[in-house]
Structure formats: C-alpha cells, structure tokens
C-alpha cells in the first residue's frame, strides 16, 4: 500500500499549481485524505481534508485560494492552488486514512516540493 504525490515545482507569486496524490495496493476503504505542509523549520500543518463523502475542510491561511477534491473512482485526492504566496513554500505530503488487510491506519506520501518565488 502507498500513496504517490506528483506536481508541486516552482512557480511565481500569483500563479497557479495543481498536485495529486493516487493511493495504490490492497485497499479495503479509503476515508478520509487530506494534504499537509512542512516548511523549513517549521512544523507539519494541514492544509485541508476532505471526507468520503466530499465534504472539505481548509485551514485558514489557504481559504479561498486552494480546493481540495478527490476522485474516489481513482483513489486519488486533489489539491488545486491558486494565488500562490511565497509563504506557501513547503514540501506538501498527501495523507489518507486507509483500512487495509491488517487494519485502519493513516497513511503518508513521499512530499512533494511547492516553491513560490516573490
């Protein structure tokens, strides 16, 4: 069982990056998924989740500029971000909360580099 993330690179302050995020292996039922960031220093914080069913959660700072969706058919999450500011700079890791063969548990992805230049 893993979660591979792609996207993330460098972009300019205002623009736009999209990530995603497919969990793959012996997956039972796929709960909640989400994405968190660590910058330099720092430590991790989440960015948004969002349920099974859909429903969305984001932290304050991202409101309004990221969106979050998931694509259940693919088991794959979303991250779409917009009106980028250098203080999103962060290796962003994908999370989902998995039940597998030998249980529930959350998973990580390997991170994936957002660097947003002034």
């Known amino acids: 069982v893993q979660l591979q993330a792609s996207g993330g690179g460098l972009v300019q302050a205002g623009g736009s990056l999209g990530l995603s995020c497919a969990a793959s292996?012996?997956?039972?039922?796929?709960?909640?998924m989400g994405w968190y960031r660590q910058a330099p220093g720092k430590q991790r914080e989440l960015v948004a989740t969002?349920?099974?069913?859909?429903?969305?959660n984001y932290a304050d700072s991202v409101k309004g500029r990221f969106t979050i969706s998931r694509d259940n058919t693919k088991n794959t999450v979303y991250l779409q971000m917009r009106s980028l500011r250098p203080e999103d700079t962060a290796v962003y890791y994908c999370?989902?909360?998995?039940?597998?063969?030998?249980?529930?548990?959350?998973?990580w992805g390997q991170g994936t580099q957002v660097t947003v230049s002034s």
């Open positions: 969002i349920t099974s069913g859909g429903a969305t």
């Open positions: 292996g012996s997956i039972l039922s796929i709960y909640d």
């Open positions: 999370n989902a909360d998995l039940r597998v063969l030998g249980g529930r548990r959350p998973y």
